[in-house]
T-cell receptor, first 115, second 109 residues
Framework: DGGITQSPKYLFRKEGQNVTLSCEQNLNHDAMYWYRQDPGQGLRLIYYSQIVNDFQKGDIAEGYSVSREKKESFPLTVTSAQKNPTAFYLC??????????????FGQGTRLTVV | RKEVEQDPGPFNVPEGATVAFNCTYSNSASQSFFWYRQDCRKEPKLLMSVYSSGNEDGRFTAQLNRASQYISLLIRDSKLSDSATYLCVVNQAGTALIFGKGTTLSVSS
């Protein structure tokens, strides 16, 4: 079945540690996105990538890094520079048909907690 | 002006009611429009795409007004299971998906 998979579902991080969240899709989508959601808040864009080996910062990129070495994969690293990393992280992907983007599909999310 | 704005609600309605949400967007070059539904502590899921001619899916109707730069979602005959947060999404090809902050709906018996 085609889809987008995030792992792990829950992640605990100690202060000062870097952690990497995985996002894999087999939908042949060109674009992939990372969002952060805090309790009771909307989705805020961290990074996005429209094509392999290229990505752009979103609204809250500080303290995060990404790579896009393969079309299927868009991992997010939460570095120790991110001062308040506890949040729900969502990965999404979509395609391009003509000049319009298709609907986005989301992974199930990763809940990151700093302990 | 924020790129995508929604009334956060909450909208508290009884079962069977009709409720409407609006969403305004600032980028006139936007080409794709969607409504998503998000349940508590879950990922957003596509409810429906929004087309220029308007579209309907059962009890749900979505409309786009390009001149005024807003999209709307109408829910008829509300069910308890419709309780969720509804997210408006706007996109221009080659750019990131832009989400509204969501409108919370609570349907009570």
């Amino acid at each position: 079945d085609g889809g987008i998979t995030q792992s792990p579902k829950y992640l605990f991080r100690k202060e000062g540690q870097n952690v990497t969240l995985s996002c894999e899709q087999n939908l042949n989508h060109d674009a992939m996105y990372w969002y952060r959601q805090d309790p009771g808040q909307g989705l805020r864009l961290i990074y996005y990538s429209q094509i392999v080996n290229d990505f752009q910062k979103g609204d809250i990129a500080e303290g995060y890094s990404v790579s896009r070495e393969k079309k299927e994969s868009f991992p997010l690293t939460v570095t120790s520079a991110q001062k308040n990393p506890t949040a729900f992280y969502l990965c999404a992907s979509n395609g391009l048909v003509g000049r319009a983007n298709t609907e986005a599909f989301f992974g199930q999310g990763t809940r990151l907690t700093v302990v | 002006r924020k790129e995508v704005e929604q009334d956060p609600g909450p909208f508290n309605v009884p079962e069977g009611a009709t409720v409407a949400f609006n969403c305004t967007y600032s980028n006139s070059a936007s080409q794709s429009f969607f409504w998503y539904r998000q349940d508590c502590r879950k990922e957003p899921k596509l409810l429906m795409s929004v087309y220029s001619s308007g579209n309907e899916d059962g009890r749900f109707t979505a409309q786009l007004n390009r001149a005024s730069q807003y999209i709307s979602l109408l829910i008829r005959d509300s069910k308890l299971s419709d309780s969720a947060t509804y997210l408006c999404v706007v996109n221009q090809a080659g750019t990131a998906l832009i989400f509204g902050k969501g409108t919370t709906l609570s349907v009570s018996s």
